[in-house]
């Protein structure tokens, strides 16, 4: 028997070495370099380490962080993008979507419904244009009145404009060389809070009115006229309350109330401020909390990727629960998906999202920036109301 086996198995030698030469290795992952477009200060952390976390389950990826400015990445992709020195991914915030979707530098969501049934409804419908999704939310905010707690009880925070400002001129013959509240009164971010009442948007209910704005109805021109009457209250001029002023003074413990977002908790934290955080007042008139911006700051993917597909993975890993919570820790910002996070001060700001609507992403809002923050600045220095309003709005609607 052995003898008569031999010669059959000296036959399918051949066989076996035919066979095991058709067999091709599996094809080895390209190496891939994801360059991110991201802010200091925070944000560059959590990409560094999100992406030394995905790179352990994804060997074949690196991330690669470049430092650009949120509010600058919407301008330089439409230099760099073309030029193909731009990014697989950056972040810019929602109100950019409609001129980046429009000038062609963004791709679609991959997998939108997926994406949408995970993250928060507001940040989903931020990030929808036309009815088509783009971008990742990495982050939901909107902002909130934070107040010095070794300077006003929490029972004496105000709940009305009227009550701030009678806190204010109680509080500001009582304490000279500090401040009752501070504001960047400059900015339109923040001012628009007091063109909301009566229910009165920018753009329409949906943000979308392209005819007007908004800003100089009767509802707007009144309460620009109140906001103008708190510089009794805070007698400094536009100039000289911009946003680092205002976060500085508070920081120092010079000031006791102060409007500003979640990304100052780590930075009044790390400072060793005794501070919390609590819904807007309610402007004349109103009993509710005015309303305010909410934004979502969104990862997009670059039109002009030569890895989509892989940066569309990366994005979508940062909006994950693990990373989502890593953000928090490193940023404060407030996740765009719904996982608890401990922190004494997002319910202030979860309360205030209630009365809060998503800026407009249309292409108008490019102008709305400049024209509201420089009519602001002029009404907190006296101009006539009326009249800045609506120059503004020719201005935005370019008219």
């Not at 990030?127 to 004496?156: H, Q």
């Not at 109140?226 to 946003?243: E, G, H, I, K, N």
Request: with cysteine; hydrophobic share 40%; proline share 7%.
């Amino acid at each position: 028997m052995k003898k008569a086996l031999v010669p059959v198995l000296f036959a399918l030698i051949p066989a076996l070495v035919l066979s095991s030469c058709g067999k091709k290795a599996a094809p080895k992952a390209e190496n891939v370099t994801l360059t991110v477009w991201e802010s200091d200060n925070g944000p560059d952390k959590f990409i560094q380490q999100a992406g030394e976390a995905y790179t352990k389950t994804h060997p074949n990826v690196t991330i690669k962080y470049v430092h650009v400015e949120l509010g600058d990445a919407s301008g330089q992709i439409a230099l760099d993008g073309p030029a193909g020195v731009g990014p697989d991914l950056f972040a810019a915030p929602h109100d950019k979507l409609g001129e980046l979707v429009n000038s062609g530098h963004v791709a679609a969501t991959v997998s939108p419904d997926s994406v949408k049934s995970g993250v928060l409804g507001a940040c989903a419908q931020a990030l929808t244009y036309n009815g088509k999704m783009y971008g990742y939310p990495v982050s939901a905010e909107t902002y909130a009145l934070f107040y010095n707690k070794d300077l006003i009880s929490e029972n004496e925070v105000p709940k009305t404009w009227d009550d701030l400002a009678a806190f204010a001129k109680k509080f500001n013959s009582a304490n000279p060389g500090k401040q009752a509240f501070v504001m960047d009164v400059g900015s339109a971010y923040y001012t628009i809070v007091f063109t909301t009442s009566e229910g009165n948007r920018l753009f329409g209910p949906s943000g979308t009115d392209t005819t007007k704005t908004n800003i100089n109805t009767d509802a707007s021109i009144k309460g620009m006229k109140f906001f103008q009457s708190l510089r009794s209250a805070l007698d400094v001029p536009a100039a000289d309350l911009s946003t680092s002023y205002a976060d500085a003074a508070f920081s120092s413990g010079k000031a006791a109330l102060h409007i500003t977002g979640p990304w100052n908790i780590k930075p009044f934290s790390d400072a060793g401020l005794n501070f919390g955080v609590a819904p807007l007042p309610a402007l004349p008139g109103n009993d509710k909390p005015c309303a305010s911006f909410s934004g979502t700051r969104a990862m997009f993917v670059s039109a002009y990727s030569d890895h989509p597909a892989e940066a569309a993975d990366f994005a979508k890993f940062l909006i994950s629960p693990e990373m989502q919570k890593l953000r928090f820790d490193i940023t404060g910002a407030m996740p765009s998906i719904n996982v608890k996070v401990e922190s004494p001060y997002i319910p202030g700001f979860l309360a205030q999202l209630d009365y809060a609507f998503p800026m407009p992403s249309i292409p108008q809002m490019n102008g709305y920036w400049a024209a509201m923050g420089n009519a602001s600045a002029n009404i907190w220095n006296g101009a006539d109301v009326k009249k800045e309003l609506d120059a503004a709005n020719e201005a935005i609607l370019g008219l």
